[in-house]
């Protein structure tokens, strides 16, 4: 049976993970700074996204030492660089197998949403 964990501040409509087994699937998470009155910079979003993220881990029961699988997907290509260094902060290499897309958000202040799947200790 599926567990649906809510992250604080979340929209209702989305879990901010499932466990499954002993699986973590996490809902998209942006830097929640997003909403604000100011659009952050990218930096500061990817910093606030993964924080979210770690969140969201930690209240099923994980946390980034248990992430199997990453996926990015950012607004703009030129952010690509700026992503990686946020990401090696958290993931020293080796890290989990990832995947970065570049795509349109529904919320044009947003330029990087993030999702992981990870285990349970």
Known sequence: MAELIRAPGQSPMLAG?????????????????????????????????????????ADAGTDSAHVVKLEAFLADPADFAA??????????????ARTTIVVGFAMPAARIEIQAVAVLP
């Open 17 to 57: 993970a499932v466990v499954a087994g002993d699986l973590v699937y996490t809902s998209g998470v942006i830097d929640p700074a997003v909403f604000g009155a100011e659009e952050p910079p990218f930096a500061a979003q990817a910093a606030g996204a993964l924080s979210a993220l770690l969140a969201v881990l």
């Open 83 to 96: 992503w990686n260094a946020e990401y090696l902060k958290i993931w020293p290499e080796p890290g989990p």
